[in-house]
């Protein structure tokens, strides 16, 4: 088949890519996107996969700087939400897969970030600032024969630009609304001793939305982040290069503002508008810090023209102090969730591509270690408010404080090659993996835990060439995500691992003289041995994690277009179906009484239209405009049955005005007004409800209305 796509004709972020090549003929036409989604480069149209992608220019039109960003629902079958303890951390669900509760030492996530080809273990610090990304490779299903456990519902890859080798400066400061303030400083250095350089330096902060009434205290929204970034290549040979990274980053950031949508018990009332200013003064509301230090290595050595051998190596350690205050709506005297996380992971990846025609092939070995250490203390804060009937603080001072140990280590072994006869590729691929997990609990008396699984998970992939530029595929994989232990629960009972198996069928598709894409994919996962968490309708600070009884099934449809309408206008559209069905389960907390429960994350409608137009040419420099509107439906954000979060609609915009010249070889100005949720909506992105019957229902908002203006400069 040959490779003739742009960014993604699986979604339409890239859809909307404003990458225009031009042909022989002059023709404008969509750019090709090379991806590496199967561990080598190839074009997105041929990769059989549903994968969106997001490169370097679509980040900045659409305001990417962190993943917190794409909880506006970009790419519709990828959410994103803030966890309710540490504003830090992430929610991530690719298709309906993910937990609740993200934070915990002893479990993992559904979804498997990397960056720059290291696995990143904790959830602890995702919504850091992004420095100098090429792009962002959104990989939805199962893929555990590639990237290995905890991907049962995708992968997310985070691939950074290396040094050019040449002097280059850029400089950017935006500010926007609620005293919003951003720096970012990208420094090319020229190339000494065959080695090039590259250091990225990024400060950002905002003010919090909802102002706390208490003197002295933080507002509940706030962040501040700064982080640098130096990375190094170098090519000791002709058949062999190096890249070396180092990052490190400081974040600090207060939770959500959680309402009351429904109180039966009518101590607070209904909170179903969003607030600007607390109930009443919270007090004491610290900001979260985490320090985040990351380095890695890769290592290219092309051992002849067939076979080439790398090694990814990475080190990451994380520290983080979480402070919140839910202020009154989880218990009426004010829970506090303090949590103390230490972090330190290893991780070693070796691989050998081939491409010996008419085989393409990967073979890989993979090690990854983690030792993590959590303190938790529920505490409690008598808040000045003379509304409030407080309940007694019991004990005083708040609970003990419970000490987790953890230590993981996780062996693998896999392979993957693709076998093409004419129009025809056929894929199969597999993957071995050890997984051990133990350590201990310190919560009155001492649990310890060692919990050992294995795994082999295998991928079948038929993919045919109808035409040059059409291609259908028909794939088959599994997936799973380890088992744990529940920090939180009350009797500390370990869970086991979770299967995924899925068939998908695809169809990528190049049409109108490469001016329009139109993907779709369908498919149906099954979820053996689903996790799922209950929170205990008395005391909610007890968590249970269990294994559904039954198989859990999911359907989905997606479906991506991509338009080039005008030499200057391109426009992308982007739609998910998700149907689940969940069987009735028996809920631990209620005697093993077979309830309804709901996946969480899985709105079943999703969408983004996307509009880029860039005006024709004038002296003062590029004038592009941007509109992106997502919709998103109603969907639950706790297993338990509970009112779904409202269905919400969101637009944002941007200006931008760039190649602003200012003398010969003396660089360029750029200017940009943006605008983000312009039309203020009100939408939840957290909820959950207490009791049951739930007696309340509390619930988190979304950013409001925010705009700004960014001005760089680029040499």
Known sequence: MRCLSTTSSAILLPALSLSIGTAANEQLILE??????QKR??????APISIAVLNEDQLVQIGISSLQDLESGIVPSLRVSPNGNVSTSLAITIRGNGPIDTTQATRESAVAVYQDGVYIGRTQALSMELTDLERIEVLRGPQGTLFGRNATGGAISLISKKPTGKLGIEQ??????????????????????????????????????????????????????????????????????????????????????????????????????????????????????????GHGLTIDW????????????????????????????????GLIVAEDTRQAQLSQEFQLIGNQEPIQWVAGLYYFREDVEQDIQFLFSLDTSTELPFAPIDPPGGTPITFVDSDATSLAAYGQ??????????TLGGRYTEDEKLGKRFQFATQEFDLKT?????????????????????????????????????????????????????????????????????????????????VDPVNVVIIETINAEKTVKLSGFEMDFTAM???????????????????????????????????????????????????PLWSLGKLRAH?????????????????????????????????????????????????KNLADEEYAALGFPIGSPAVTTIQAFGTPRTAGLDISYKF
Do not use: C
């Open 32 to 37: 090709e996107v090379i991806v590496t989604a």
């Open 41 to 46: 480069e190839q074009s997105l149209q041929d």
């Open 172 to 293: 950017t400061f935006g500010v926007g609304r609620y005293d919003a303030w951003r720096s970012l400083t990208r420094l090319n250095l020229p190339e000494v001793a065959g080695i090039r350089s590259k250091i990225d330096y990024l400060h950002t902060e905002r003010g919090g939305w909802v102002d706390n009434t208490a003197a002295g205290q933080a507002d509940y929204g706030e962040i501040e982040k700064s982080g640098g970034r130096l990375s190094l290549s170098a090519r000791p040979s002709r058949t062999v290069s190096l890249d070396y990274t180092y990052d490190n980053a400081t974040l600090e950031s207060t939770q959500v503002y959680f309402q009351l949508y429904e109180d039966t018990n009518g101590i607070i009332g209904r909170e179903r508008q969003r607030q600007s200013k607390t109930r009443y003064p919270i007090a004491p509301l610290d900001p979260t810090q985490t320090d985040i230090r």
């Open 302 to 333: 092309a051992l002849n023209n067939q076979v080439k051998f790398r090694s990814i190596s990475g080190y990451r350690d994380v520290k983080e102090d979480s402070n919140n205050n839910y202020g009154g709506v989880l218990y009426n005297n």
């Open 417 to 426: 090659a693709t076998w093409s006869l004419d129009r025809l590729h056929v």
């Open 454 to 534: 294995e795994h082999f998970d295998t991928a079948v992939t038929l993919q045919y060439d109808w035409f040059e530029d059409i291609s259908s595929y028909v794939k088959w994989g599994t997936a799973y995500k380890a088992g744990g232990f529940n920090i939180r629960s009350a009797s500390f009972s370990p869970f086991d691992e979770q299967v995924t198996k899925t068939w998908e069928i695809g169809l990528k598709s190049q049409l109108w003289g490469q001016r329009l894409r139109i993907n779709t994919a369908l498919f149906r996962s099954n979820y053996k041995d689903m996790q799922f968490d209950f």
């Open 565 to 615: 309408l005008t030499d200057e206008l391109i426009l992308g559209l982007n739609y998910t179906y998700l149907d689940d069905d969940m069987p009735l389960q028996p809920n631990p907390l209620a005697n093993g009484e077979r309830q309804q429960f709901e996946i969480i994350q899985t709105p079943q409608h999703a969408g983004s239209l996307k509009l880029d137009y860039t005006f």
């Open 627 to 675: 509109l992106n509107i997502t919709s998103t439906d109603q969907y639950a954000h706790s297993p338990v049955t509970s009112p779904r979060l409202d269905a919400y609609t969101l637009i944002n915009a941007r200006l931008t005005l760039s190649e602003i010249p200012i003398g010969r070889n003396s660089g360029a100005f750029s200017i940009a007004v943006w605008g």
